[in-house]
């Protein structure tokens, strides 16, 4: 008889408490001192994370199935043994109920098959999705992707990134960015999200934006060299045209500015920074810049600005720059 990896007792371990935890966060009576012990648990170990937020997935997921009818509430004695055994119970009716649940749920287009998340920090990512997209994320970009029997789903929760989808006219694809969605068979199309605001450059193919998957009849449809942008308060997308080669300058780690006013270009600045820039006034946000910098060297851009622009810098309660205009005084 074979033995068990060495590893399996902690992964076990993790698996129990990651269940633990997943129960208790969404309890009524999830405390302030349990929150903190999370975070704790949490921050102790990536293994950790990983587990609690796999977890967490399925749990979303399993909420979506069809509801049975539903049982009288059990008593006050059934709870205690409930409450004393709820880890390893959980873990392993978790384990026994996830082929059922992913059974049902595949065909009534609820659960996905395969369910990836991708993450990229510091470095430019090629990720192949289960369905053999390829996508290129930018720095600090995170998405998830979600097999169902009757469409693919991406979900780009930060960042930005560059899609080639597989063809497929009976399975498509579907990018949820910001509150609105972007739907293709198969195609070529760069998403980039910033705070509440998302643009869509399209390079090849078409595709159909929704601003708000709540207004799904408030849709645009782009061709190639064509771009639309919403937000929180435009459900309809702003469609414009474009330049695919300086949206897409970012896979060559670049940030092109085409003589923009800096209150359009400090979105695309502050993508690349660890905490955002402002403007101190108006006068600052009139200014033009233009030029072509490295991403990996945008702090580097913004302490150079008073070179190249009269405007000097300063720092805001938080410790954030704030970019000012110089005043001029008449002799």
Request: include cysteine; charged fraction near 20%; proline fraction near 7%.
């Amino acid at each position: 008889m074979l033995s068990p990896p060495a590893s399996e007792p902690s992964n076990d371990r993790i698996s129990d408490e990651a269940a633990h935890w997943c129960m208790r966060v969404t309890a009524p009576d999830f405390t302030d001192q349990e929150r903190v012990l999370l975070e704790r648990w949490l921050n102790s170990d990536p293994a950790h994370r990983r587990e609690f937020d796999a977890m967490q997935d399925i749990w979303s997921i399993s909420e979506r199935l069809p509801m049975t009818t539903p049982r009288p509430p059990p008593s006050a004695q059934v709870v205690a043994t409930r409450h004393r055994y709820r880890r390893p119970m959980f873990a392993a009716a978790m384990l026994l109920a996830i082929p059922v649940i992913g059974l049902v749920g595949w065909h009534l287009n609820l659960i996905p098959d395969s369910y990836q998340r991708y993450q990229s920090d510091s470095a430019l990512r090629d990720i192949t999705l289960a369905d053999g997209t390829h996508v290129q994320l930018n720095l600090d970009s995170q998405l998830s992707f979600a097999n169902y029997k009757d469409r693919r789903n991406v979900t780009l929760s930060k960042g930005e990134a560059f899609f080639e989808v597989t063809h497929d006219a009976s399975h498509p694809f579907l990018v949820n960015a910001g509150q609105g969605q972007i739907r293709v068979t198969g195609t070529q199309f760069n998403v980039w999200t910033y705070r509440d605001q998302v643009v869509v450059t399209l390079t090849q193919g078409s595709v159909q934006v929704t601003g708000d998957t709540g207004k799904p009849d408030q849709r645009a449809y782009l061709s190639p060299g064509m771009q639309a942008r919403y937000d929180v308060r435009t459900a309809t997308p702003q469609v414009t045209a474009a330049s695919p080669a300086q949206a897409l300058a970012w896979r060559s780690g670049k940030l092109v500015l085409d003589d923009l006013y800096l209150s359009d270009a400090l979105p695309q600045i502050n993508r690349y920074l660890s905490a955002p820039v402002h403007l101190g006034d108006r006068a600052a946000t009139q200014m033009r810049i233009a030029g072509t910098y490295d991403t990996h060297n945008i702090a580097g851009l913004v302490q150079a600005l008073p070179k190249v622009l009269p405007v000097y810098l300063s720092r805001n309660d938080e410790g954030e720059t704030v970019i000012n205009s110089k005043r001029t005084y008449a002799p």
